[in-house]
């Protein structure tokens, strides 16, 4: 295997990262080969780059990656993505966050049995717990 270069991460216009620096060479260079795989291999792109590029946004947004939100946001952009487009992709990054948040505390609740504002087929069966 060749040795470990900069260039098996990805970056944003070539500048040095340290954010790849708790992983050894290695892992550097297996994330680096997935990542070019994935975004810079368009002979194997299912998705078209932009797409992919919005589908990147959202999930870097919903994940908290300031990082990857300025590199998939920049790229987007680069390939043609409308304002339009940006916005509706943050607006769906927002409802998964929301739903993921309303998932988390139904889990809460039930594991701990609350109901507090329960529908009215629950309010009919008095299944209301405080």
Do not use: W
Request: charged fraction near 25%; proline fraction near 3%.
């Amino acid at each position: 295997m060749a040795d470990h270069t900069e260039q098996d991460i990805p970056t944003v216009n070539g500048a040095v990262s340290n954010s790849y620096s708790m992983l050894e060479p290695r892992m550097k260079k297996v994330y680096g080969a997935y990542y070019k795989e994935l975004y810079y291999t368009p002979e194997r792109r299912v998705i078209d780059a932009k797409t992919q590029e919005l589908i990147s946004l959202a999930a870097s947004l919903v994940a908290k990656c300031d990082g990857c939100v300025d590199g998939h946001m920049k790229k987007a952009l680069e390939l043609g993505a409308t304002k339009e487009e940006i916005s509706e992709t943050i607006c769906i990054a927002a409802a998964i966050n929301a739903a993921a948040i309303i998932d988390q505390t139904d889990k809460a609740a039930a594991r701990l049995g609350l109901n507090h504002f329960p529908s009215a087929a629950g309010a009919a069966s008095g299944s209301q717990k405080q």
